[in-house]
């Protein structure tokens, strides 16, 4: 069972993750390299929490004892206790993977390891601990107190038990379960991301302006956020890491990352997190940027 969960990284999805999991009763450890950065992490998951308290759907009372259970640190050594730990650090194999191998001397031997990685191998993430068939996919979409889906995604050497206790958790934190295989961007980013790039290309190659493209799926196809927005919203770095994964993985031209996507990274125009990215977010309206 379990009662006591840690985290890595306090950005906006590991944030996430400990708001939903400290409201279900559970302790929580989050972990990040700066101070700071859990600070503003925990800044952001009380205003989140009193948004909801607004909305009647968190009571006062449980807003209080949820961020009461949340304990943050930089060290390791809080993962003793842990029952899983759930790394939600940038989407970057070497970082994750040195990350797994760092707190193997932290961990009890019965805690089991998560990533919430959107689209690297989970086996190979595995094959960097010494409890593989303890290490799952864990994959939150964003903004994880408002999305309903966790992709759970077994490595080769997962075990069952492992894959129904981390089913049994994403259950009772109010999620659904949709189970994917280990392929690269596994269901949801080997749709999605793909047709973000296109829509990138679409401008590249001059078919239509970022507005332009934008109202047209949100108009013609009904979505609620048009493609090049979405990419803002997500980051531009991580649909661009999402793209290299799959063309790398599944050697298919068609995954093969729009160079305008490339040059708006390499530029630092990130998206809505970084001010700028297909829209220019300094004023009080965003303002296409292309």
């Known amino acids: 069972m379990i009662e006591n969960v840690g985290i890595i990284g306090a950005g906006q999805m590991g944030g996430g993750i400990a708001h939903v999991v400290s409201l279900s009763g559970r302790k929580v450890y989050l972990l990040d390299i700066d101070q700071g950065f859990l600070t503003g992490s925990i800044q ?23 961020l009461s259970r949340i304990e943050t640190g930089t060290d390791y050594s809080g993962f003793s206790n842990c029952d899983i730990v759930i790394e939600a650090a940038t989407e970057n194999e070497d970082v994750k993977r040195k990350i797994f191998e760092e707190i193997l001397g932290f ?84 749709i999605l991301v793909p047709m973000i790039n296109e829509a990138v290309y679409a401008v590249y190659e001059g078919v239509g302006t970022v507005s332009s493209v934008d ?61 700028k990215g297909f829209y220019d977010y300094s004023g009080d309206e965003p303002v296409p940027t292309r």
């Open 44 to 66: 952001t998951i009380e205003k989140n929490m009193a948004r909801q308290v607004s909305r009647g759907k968190v009571s006062e009372d449980d807003m209080k004892a949820a």
């Open 107 to 190: 961990i009890s031997d019965h805690a089991l390891l998560a990533t919430n990685t959107s689209s690297i191998s989970i086996t190979r993430l595995a094959s960097t601990t010494d409890r593989p068939e303890k290490f799952i996919g864990m994959h939150f979409f964003n903004p994880v107190p408002v999305m309903q889906l966790v992709e759970l995604i077994k490595g080769i050497a997962t075990s069952q038990e492992t894959f129904k206790t981390v089913k049994a958790l994403s259950e009772s934190l109010g999620k659904t379960v949709a189970e994917a295989e280990d392929f690269p961007a596994f269901i949801v980013n080997r």
């Open 215 to 275: 109202i047209g799926l949100r108009l013609g196809a009904n979505h609620p956020m048009g493609p090049l927005q979405l990419a803002d919203f997500i980051g531009l770095d991580t649909c661009l890491s999402v793209m290299q994964v799959m063309y790398a993985g599944l050697a298919d031209p068609k995954y093969r990352p729009c160079p305008l996507l490339v040059k708006y990274v390499e530029a630092g125009w990130l998206g809505k997190k970084a001010g």
